[in-house]
């Protein structure tokens, strides 16, 4: 069976992005791969977190990832920290990793603005550690929505560099990223992707009904009438249309059918409603199961135990060909 590695940062509640980009796929995936998913609380402090909301963020996503149809038998789900080989295998990769190629990426340009007061190295090495996830597991693909595919490549050209310095070592992830979906924008500013950090912009899975209708009816959109797909010209429209569409699995030409002649004024709260009854079930199932915090402890235990075996493997071959002694 061919192995998937995907996980999410706990630096914030859980938003309809990442379900749309990464989580839907996911769920799709369970049943033809060995997958492991992860929640990758070592990522989330590479900005300042609240200790307390952390840990219960940790757990909470947890729970929604089952709520999200993630069945914890099937796969292998556990927190990072819970498993040291991460942070093992970073500091080697890091060691095979240069300062021009982590100066390129994106996501670091764009953190570095956001907090220009605390820019860590552990900012700077977020893409080595993100390596260092997939490669642990021999992962053949990496399902994660669109801003993270230049941190895949990057992966997959450290991956080829190890293997060609030493031997065939790890296998190369490639990046699965949705056909619809992949970037979902901001509410607020169609021009910038939601982001669990930007809380006015963006929904999350555990938003209430009028929370989200309230959002929706709010979303920047264009001083036109027409709901039409147009990326450049209509981009919080054609937002809205890809979540519209992700949500009730319509097409993009059946959706501006249903709306032709019908202004934003309908448009946007049949968008939000849509959202509404897709989080219902997940909302109300996560709530559930965070009243069994024993269960979620069960699972996390059990995902991190299974991980744990799977990276000493490749932890214990990458010692050996760097040439550390034995212990
Ligand atoms: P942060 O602002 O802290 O980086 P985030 O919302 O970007 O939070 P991540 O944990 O960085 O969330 O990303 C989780 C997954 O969701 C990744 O696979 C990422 O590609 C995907 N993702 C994040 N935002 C979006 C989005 N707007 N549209 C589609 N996929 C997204
Ligand atoms: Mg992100």
Redesign the pocket.
């Known amino acids: 069976k061919k192995r998937i590695f995907?996980?999410?940062?706990p630096?914030?509640e859980l938003?309809l992005?990442?379900y749309?980009?990464?989580?839907k796929n996911w769920v799709a995936l369970q049943e033809e791969y060995e997958c492991v998913y992860c929640i990758?609380d070592m990522?989330?402090i590479t900005?300042r977190q609240v200790p307390a909301e952390l840990r219960r963020r940790s757990v909470a996503q947890l729970a929604q990832y089952i709520a999200c149809g993630l069945d914890p038998e099937k796969n292998i789900m556990f927190i990072q920290s819970h498993v040291p080989q991460h942070a093992e295998l970073s500091w080697v990769l890091g060691c095979y990793t240069q300062f021009g190629e982590l100066s390129r990426m994106t996501?670091f340009k764009m953190?570095s603005k956001q907090h220009a007061d605390n820019i860590t190295a552990g900012l700077f090495t977020y893409p080595v550690l993100m390596a260092a996830d997939i490669l642990l597991y021999q992962a053949d693909l990496v399902?994660?929505?669109?801003?993270?595919k230049q941190h895949v490549e990057l992966c997959r050209d450290i991956a080829q560099r190890f293997n060609g310095v030493y031997s065939e070592t790890f296998t190369l992830p490639e990046p699965f990223i949705p056909k619809l979906?992949?970037?979902?924008?901001s509410l607020g500013d169609p021009s910038s992707?939601?982001?669990?950090?930007?809380p006015d912009g963006?929904v999350y899975l555990m938003d209430k009904p009028e929370e989200v209708m309230r959002k929706f009816k709010r979303a920047v959109t264009d001083s036109e009438t027409a709901v039409k797909y147009d990326k450049d010209a209509k981009p919080g429209i054609s937002n809205l249309l890809t979540i519209y569409c992700a949500a009730t699995g319509k097409t993009l030409e059946q959706a501006e059918e249903e709306f032709a002649g019908q202004g934003y004024g309908i448009f946007k709260p049949a968008v939000g409603e849509a959202v509404v009854e897709l989080l219902r079930p997940i909302r109300e199932e996560s709530q559930r199961l965070m009243d069994d915090k024993a269960y979620l402890e069960s699972v996390y235990r059990a995902g991190a135990e299974k991980a744990g075996r799977i990276a000493d493997r490749t932890l214990s071959k990458v010692y050996r060909k760097v040439g550390f002694v034995a212990r």
Do not use: F, L, N
Request: net charge positive; glycine share 16%; charged share 20%.
């Open positions: 995907s996980g999410i940062q630096s914030g938003t992005g990442s749309m980009g990464a989580i990758v990522h989330a900005v996501q953190k399902p994660v929505g669109e801003d993270q979906g992949a970037r979902i924008m992707k939601m982001s669990k950090s930007d963006c």
